[in-house]
């Protein structure tokens, strides 16, 4: 059973351009993404039951993605502007059985929560996610034959913004993970310059251990140097862009 691991990005966003290339020590700043979960998949990607993937949109600047295609990362190009349907073409080019579904804007998403993700699929789940971690920490995950059902008469549809919306919840398994107390200050996912900043900041101070830090270390680690002022103010910018995203798509396809 192979399993992709696609970390959805692209470089055309309108609120930070190139926002997955802003550098941090030197070098891209979703090479850390890569890099922690590379780490961790180490073994079976050597094996070739995971492949990491940067799955993006077939636009030219995505091309520069390819600079990063180093450690067994490799760069699929899909669907412009269907994220779902982008998966299932990848799936299909490169023979997924199932998929762990992982936010390029995630930088330190919990390589825990891909891990529990991986194995609900290898036992069969159709439908996964992980909850209870901070905003930008959680992941998910399907099996091609669910996200395949899923877009049945939706290949035509825009699905960029919370797309997991055209999957059935009643399916969902969700994997609990209470590794630290809930806090809405926490903001883990890069939307605006302020978040840049706030993952420089969180990087620069976890230094030789940004690849294998626990979801606890790296809290901690956020709480010890208060960084969360750095970007707390985008917060409710971020889910008013989202809700009035989600509404656009919506209508456009008439729901």
């Not at 030197?26 to 995971?50: D, H, K, M, N, Q």
């Not at 398994?173 to 883990?188: C, E, S």
């Amino acid at each position: 059973m192979k399993t992709g691991i696609l970390i959805t990005a692209r470089l055309g966003s309108t609120r930070l351009g190139r926002k997955h290339l802003l550098p941090v020590n030197g070098v891209p700043v979703i090479t850390y993404l890569a890099g922690r979960l590379i780490r961790e998949f180490e073994v079976e990607i050597r094996s070739g039951l995971v492949v990491p993937v940067i799955a993006t949109s077939d636009e030219p600047e995505n091309r520069a993605f390819e600079t990063l295609a180093t450690g067994g990362l490799s760069v699929f190009y899909g669907s412009l502007n269907n994220i779902p349907l982008r998966h299932l073409q990848a799936a299909k080019a490169l023979s997924f059985d199932n998929i762990v579904a992982v936010d390029g804007d995630d930088i330190l998403c919990s390589v825990e929560g891909m891990r529990a993700v991986y194995e609900a699929l290898k036992n069969k789940a159709q439908y996964v996610s992980t909850i209870g971690l901070p905003f930008g920490m959680n992941s998910f995950g399907y099996a091609r034959r669910f996200l395949e059902a899923s877009l049945d008469g939706r290949g035509g549809d825009i699905l960029e913004t919370g797309w997991g919306r055209i999957f059935d919840a009643a399916v969902l398994k969700t994997i609990a993970m209470p590794l630290v107390a809930d806090d809405p200050a926490l903001r883990f996912t890069l939307d605006y310059d302020d978040d840049y900043m706030f993952f420089k900041a969180v990087i620069e101070a976890l230094a030789e251990r940004v690849y294998e830090a626990t979801v606890v270390e790296i809290v901690e680690c956020v709480r010890r140097g208060g960084l969360t002022r750095l970007n707390a103010r985008v917060s409710e910018e971020y889910w008013a862009n989202f809700r009035k995203n989600v509404d656009k798509e919506d209508k456009a396809h008439g729901a």
